[in-house]
């Protein structure tokens, strides 16, 4: 609960060669997490994104909400776009329509 998920492995997983050394490294870096109450009682998630590319990435996210029991109480909301910029960041954002969330848990993948 409470996390982040890259469920498209492409974005994290490359392998460059240079001088005959592999490197792995990723398209994306997931950094700061968090939640808040808004002022009616909503939980307010964020994710930051950072883009380790020259060019420009498009992802998807959505979030779906739990109870303080850990049990669903909303169905994943829809997906929406983030755009990193060339070695940019972004931040992803969602907010539950019950005041009764607690935890959460957001996917990324690769934008279709």
């Known amino acids: 609960m409470n996390s982040v998920n890259v469920i498209d492995r492409k974005m994290l997983e490359q392998r460059k060669t240079i001088l005959g050394t592999q490197y792995d490294y990723g398209k994306i870096s997931i950094g700061a997490t968090g939640a808040s109450r808004t002022a009616t009682g909503t ?8 883009n380790m590319t020259d060019h420009t990435q498009t992802l998807q ?6 109870d303080e029991n850990r ?6 909301s ?5 755009t990193l910029p060339a070695r940019g ?3 992803y ?4 329509l ?9 996917e990324l993948k690769e934008a279709q």
Do not use: C
């Open 89 to 91: 960041s972004g931040t």
């Open 61 to 66: 996210g959505r979030t779906r909400f739990y």
């Open 71 to 76: 049990s669903p109480i909303e169905d994943f």
């Open 93 to 96: 954002r969602e907010m539950s």
């Open 78 to 82: 829809a997906w929406q776009r983030i």
């Open 43 to 50: 939980l307010s998630v964020h994710t930051t994104i950072e």
């Open 98 to 106: 019950s005041n009764k969330a607690g935890f959460f848990y957001i």
